[in-house]
């Protein structure tokens, strides 16, 4: 078990151009999740994979933002034309049989 | 009004102090309870999870749940300088599906050596 990974760690982009992360889930656990952190406040659900499909959007995932997971393991979330407002911490969390969620290192994004 | 309430911070203590932390919530929704504990730059780590009122007890940390009134705390004895990061509550209803978690602010906590 080596635990939940996120590439990258850091990302710095301008602002107008796309970013991609990436989330390696604990192996053999089906469901994963993505939140946003910013500065100060604790992190906020984005999106919920249960195996490769999506099964539910928070209202805070606008159409710039989207999710995939082929195949039911790593998963990845884009953001389209990003906005200064999109600098924030992404982190990823899975879970395996039990409601125990294990969260990843995170990818802090920050756009100029 | 948010779902989740956190005390805030930032909370100083010395070293070998007893620390409080709450949190209150609305949603009679919540069935289960957790405390995160995030170090600058990194992810939450788990701490504590329960799913009823009462205590539970793991080593130097206790969680306390009273579901009558929405309020969780978590207490830190004999406090340490490496016990010094940021506490999230978080909270979900026990679906046993898509439990996201709803988090609380956090609060800063630094014990003096």
């Known amino acids: 078990d080596t635990g939940v990974s996120q590439n990258p760690r850091h990302k710095i982009t301008k602002r107008g151009q796309n970013v991609t992360f990436r989330c390696d889930p604990i192996?053999?656990?089906?469901?994963l999740y993505w939140y946003r952190q910013t500065l100060g406040q604790g992190p906020e659900f984005l999106t919920y994979?249960?195996?490769?499909?999506?099964?539910?959007k928070s209202r805070l995932l606008s159409d710039r933002f989207s999710a995939e997971r082929p195949k039911g393991s790593f998963s990845t979330l884009e953001i389209q034309r990003t906005e200064q407002g999109d600098s924030a911490m992404y982190l990823c969390?899975?879970?395996?049989?039990?409601?125990?969620?294990?969260f990843g290192p995170g990818t802090r994004l920050t756009v100029l | 009004q948010k779902e989740v309430e956190q005390d805030p911070g930032p909370l100083s203590v010395p070293e070998g102090a007893i620390v409080s932390l709450n949190c209150t919530y609305s949603?009679?929704?919540?069935?289960?309870f957790m405390w995160y504990r995030q170090y600058s730059r990194k992810g939450p780590e788990l701490l504590m999870y329960?799913?009823?009122?009462g205590n539970k007890e793991d080593g130097r940390f206790t969680a306390q749940v009273d579901k009558s009134s929405k309020y969780i705390s978590l207490f830190i004895r004999d406090s340490q300088p490496s016990d010094s990061a940021t506490y999230l509550c978080?909270?979900?209803?026990?679906?046993?599906?898509?439990?996201?978690?709803?988090f609380g602010k956090g609060i800063t906590l630094s014990v003096r050596p």
């Open positions: 969390a899975s879970r395996g049989p039990t409601d125990t969620q294990y």
């Open positions: 192996s053999e656990h089906n469901r």
């Open positions: 978080a909270m979900s209803p026990y679906t046993g599906a898509n439990s996201k978690l709803t």
């Open positions: 994979f249960q195996n490769e499909a999506q099964l539910e």
């Open positions: 329960t799913y009823s009122s």
């Open positions: 949603n009679s929704a919540f069935q289960y």
